[in-house]
């Protein structure tokens, strides 16, 4: 499963663990990704892939 959201375009990003002695190791930030159901002009529903904040600012908005 892609982790990209299909509105903003949010992806995965990188960075480090970082333990109590500075060792850094490799790790991935994911996106909250979230499967909806819209519905959309025509009548027809469509699923998209949804981050989380996109969700709620939609939520807001609408």
């Not at 970082?18 to 159901?37: C, E, G, Q």
């Not at 996109?54 to 807001?60: E, G, I, N, Q």
């Amino acid at each position: 499963m892609s982790r990209i959201c299909e509105i903003t375009g949010k992806r995965p990003r990188t960075g480090n663990n970082v333990s109590h002695a500075k060792n850094r190791t490799k790790r991935r930030f994911l996106p909250n990704i979230r499967t909806v159901r819209i519905t959309l002009e025509d009548g027809t529903t469509k699923k998209i892939k949804i981050s989380a904040s996109a969700l709620r600012t939609m939520k807001k908005n609408s």
